[in-house]
DNA sequence: GCTTGAATTGAACGTGCGTTCAGATACTCT
DNA sequence: AGAGTATCTGAACGCACGTTCAATTCAAGC
């Protein structure tokens, strides 16, 4: 039935979504044409279609196993708030870090989906916000935090780390661990702890 | 020379120019024709041409006027480094909240520009991110601010105000001054004034 | 060596793109 | 009324789009 390991199609189909989040994170997905992916995979336009049934679907697929992926990298920690959050920063800072096409991309391309993929993408991305809501009631429930909102809080800071995706460049003047612990140090303060 | 005032070229043009906004804002610069334009104002595509040497410099010109009109609406005021950054963070917020598309357009189609055109805005935006440094830096300076990095601070300021953008709708449960007075909370905390 | 079927090609489909321009229209000025 | 011109139409240009599909290729398993 399967073809022998490393078959055409088991490495086609990693290098279409490949391309594909190469191009759409640079160009945008509405500028990008199904034969400049299948040029840069090697491949005639046809073929594509092999490995998903159009292009909505392409993006789609790309920005749901992003937030997927995003949502199962996190478990909260049982820790006090102040810690849960500290983590929570460092992290969201170093996942996003790693992965700059596909925050890019989540990001900017939301209004390309079709509106029931939309509301997928839009259900996990708030379920990730709710995770932060949630250390930030937690620390103002027992008087960790000082806020005004948490809500407002939530997004201000979701806000502001994904922020440092547009200007983080590898090899610049400050480490990763550096950029973590002055967004750590902005975030403490403001939430009044 | 001129026609009447209120000759069809006063009316068309700026007509071509909201049309264009609101249709890029809303499905993004390469997801919408020119067709499309024309058929908002109520002209022939090909009318458009009179007012627009192309599809390109259409939204070149909204993205260089609009951040012309932020660097012209900002004039840091005679004061304390506080006051500065007070007056600073209620104005771009206001001002952002005035102008929703515009923003996501100065923001989103960054990458659909032409590399000149790109280094026009981008030299803008710098612009406007030196003066609220500079502000920053000035209270460094005299001790009213506590900052790990003042580069990084304005980056992080102003991502977490231009996030309310992605949210604020009018008539929600919060009123502008509200919103306004809990990030202004959030960041003179976050600057450890 | 032959069969099988997964993987891919290459051409074609209809559609819409940005842009141009000759001609029609309609308003202003004399 | 007639001339002049700003404004706009409508058709056309060549090209690229997303998608389909019959035909071809080629490795695997018998």
Chains 1, 2 share one sequence.
């Not at 049934?53 to 996190?74: G, I, N, V, Y």
């Not at 170093?94 to 509106?115: K, Q, S």
């Not at 005004?148 to 939530?154: F, G, I, N, V």
């Amino acid at each position: 039935m399967a073809r022998k390991q490393g078959s055409h199609a088991d490495i086609t189909g990693p290098k279409v979504r490949k391309a594909a989040l190469r191009l759409f994170a640079r160009h945008g997905f509405a500028a990008v044409s199904m034969r400049q992916i299948a040029g840069e995979v090697g491949v005639q336009a046809g073929a594509l279609y092999l490995y998903t049934p159009d292009k909505q679907t392409l993006l789609f697929d790309l920005m749901r196993d992003h937030m997927e992926d995003l949502l199962a990298s996190w478990q909260t920690p049982q820790a006090p708030p102040l810690d849960q959050l500290e983590a929570f920063c460092r992290h969201h800072i170093g996942y996003h870090l790693d992965r700059p096409e596909l925050v890019f991309i989540a990001y900017m391309e939301l209004r390309n989906l079709e509106p029931e993929n939309f509301a997928v993408i839009e259900a996990l991305r708030r379920a990730y916000e709710d995770r932060l809501e949630a250390i930030l009631k937690a620390g103002q429930a027992n008087g960790d935090f000082d806020l005004p909102d948490s809500k407002l809080a939530t997004l201000a800071i979701i806000a502001m780390l994904t922020g440092v995706n547009t200007w983080y460049r590898e090899g610049g003047r400050l480490a990763r661990g550096d950029v973590e612990g002055i967004y750590w140090d902005m975030v403490r303060k403001s939430v009044g702890a």
